[in-house]
């Protein structure tokens, strides 16, 4: 069983920058991969990064060369620093433990609001 909590959304302008963390309880953080995955109003989830319990990274298009994911397994945090904010990226933010690869998430966080006006 894995808790995760979610922290560090806000308002920003855009070309601003903003952290998310998550911080997980329970024993087993290290052995899943983790990812970070968005929803918009009116939008369905979107995958925005993720990385493996090894730590390699993947990123989609629309947040690569922005985004960074990170991962520190002694603290169980997982984090996403997001730089050059665009209003596109307006979402509610979850962290997620599970499969990177196939996407397929067993543990979700409740969410973290990020608006990024123009």
């Known amino acids: 069983q894995v808790q995760l909590v979610e922290s560090g959304g806000g308002l920003v302008q855009a070309g601003g920058s903003l952290r998310l963390s998550c911080v997980a309880s329970?024993?087993?953080?290290?052995?899943?991969?983790m990812g970070w995955i968005r929803q918009a109003p009116g939008k369905e989830r979107e995958f925005v990064a993720g990385i493996s319990w090894i730590g390699t990274r993947t990123y989609s298009d629309s947040v690569k060369d922005r985004f960074t994911i990170s991962r520190d397994n002694a603290k169980n945090t997982l984090d996403l620093q997001m730089n050059k904010l665009k209003p596109d990226d307006t979402a509610v933010y979850y962290c997620a433990a599970g499969d990177v690869r196939s996407g397929s998430y067993k543990y979700w966080g409740q969410g973290t609001q990020v608006t990024v006006s123009s």
């Open positions: 329970g024993r087993s953080f290290s052995n899943y991969g």
